[in-house]
C-alpha cells in the first residue's frame, strides 16, 4: 500500500526540541521530493519544509527557519523534521506529504501521512 | 510571496445543487512555456488528512467523483462541486506551486449542508 506514516509528536516544553519522522512505503521514495506542511488547531495550512530527492535543494518557511532542519534517509525510506526552539506557534498537526510527479520540481502534494500532533507549552 | 485568497470563507448548499468556490492569487500562476496554471485544490474532511482532488487547475485526480471541476486561469480561479452530496461536506484549500518557495495556500473555505 502507498502511504506515509508521521511519527514523533508529542508535548514539549517552549524552547525544547523533538524530532518528527514519516515512513514511506509502496513507492519508490529517492525518486520524489517530500515536504512537510503544518496545520494549527482550527486554522489552515502552512507549508513548512521541502527536500529535493537527492537532498540537495532544501527550503524552509521564514517562520521556521534556523530552527527546524529537514532530512531524508533514502535507504530507510524516510524523511525527519528536527525541530529546536520550539514556540507556541508551532503547535500543530505537522503532515509529510509527496511532491505529485517524480524527479520534477514545482509540484502540488498528492499523498499525504495522517499527521503527527506537536504541542509546544511552558 | 503568491498570497492566495479564498472566497467565501464558508458555504452552505442544498444537497443536489451546485457548490462554487473561489480562489485569487496575488500574482499570475500561469507559466507561459508550457501553458499550465500551477493552482491546486485539495478536500480536507473532518478528521482527515488533505486530499488532492484538482491540479494543473482543471485535472481531476485519479479517483476524483466528475462532480468536481477546476477552471480559471491566471490569477483566478474556481473548484465547481456540481450535485453536492453528504460527503463533500470538507473544509477546501487552494495552493500554488508555480512560484517556490514558499508554497502558499489559501485560508480554506468551509462547505457545509444547507
Known amino acids: 500500500e502507498v502511504q506515509l506514516v508521521e511519527s514523533g509528536g508529542g508535548l514539549v516544553k517552549t524552547g525544547g526540541s523533538l524530532r518528527l519522522s514519516c515512513a514511506a512505503s509502496?513507492?519508490?521514495?529517492?525518486?520524489?521530493?517530500m515536504n512537510w506542511v503544518r496545520q494549527a488547531p482550527g486554522k489552515g495550512l502552512e507549508w513548512v519544509s521541502s527536500?529535493?530527492?537527492?537532498?540537495?535543494?532544501?527550503y524552509y518557511a521564514d517562520s521556521v527557519k534556523g530552527r527546524f532542519t529537514i532530512s531524508r534517509d533514502n535507504a530507510k525510506n524516510s524523511l525527519y523534521l528536527q525541530m529546536s526552539s520550539l514556540r507556541g506557534e508551532d503547535t500543530a498537526v505537522y503532515y509529510c506529504?509527496?511532491?505529485?510527479?517524480?524527479?520534477?520540481?514545482?509540484?502540488?502534494?498528492?499523498?499525504w501521512g495522517q499527521g503527527t500532533l506537536v504541542t509546544v507549552s511552558s | 510571496d503568491i498570497v492566495m485568497t479564498q472566497s467565501p470563507d464558508s458555504l452552505a448548499v442544498s444537497l443536489g445543487e451546485r457548490a462554487t468556490i473561489n480562489c485569487k492569487s496575488s500574482?499570475?500562476?500561469?507559466?507561459?512555456?508550457?501553458?499550465?496554471?500551477?493552482l491546486a485544490w485539495y478536500q480536507q474532511k473532518p478528521g482527515q488528512s488533505p486530499k488532492l482532488l484538482i491540479y494543473?487547475?482543471?485535472t481531476r485526480e485519479s479517483g476524483v467523483p466528475d462532480r468536481f471541476s477546476g477552471s480559471g486561469s491566471g490569477t483566478d480561479f474556481t473548484l465547481t462541486i456540481t450535485s453536492l452530496q453528504p460527503e463533500d461536506v470538507a473544509v477546501y484549500y487552494c495552493?500554488?506551486?508555480?512560484?517556490?518557495?514558499?508554497?502558499?495556500f489559501g485560508q480554506g473555505t468551509k462547505l457545509e449542508i444547507k
Open positions: 506529504a509527496r511532491d505529485h510527479r517524480a524527479y520534477t520540481y514545482r509540484n502540488c502534494f498528492d499523498l
Open positions: 509502496g513507492f519508490s521514495f529517492s525518486g520524489y521530493n
Open positions: 527536500i529535493d530527492s537527492s537532498s540537495r535543494s532544501i
Open positions: 500574482q499570475s500562476v500561469l507559466y507561459s512555456s508550457n501553458n499550465k496554471n500551477y
Open positions: 494543473w487547475a482543471s
Open positions: 495552493q500554488q506551486y508555480y512560484s517556490i518557495p514558499p508554497y502558499t
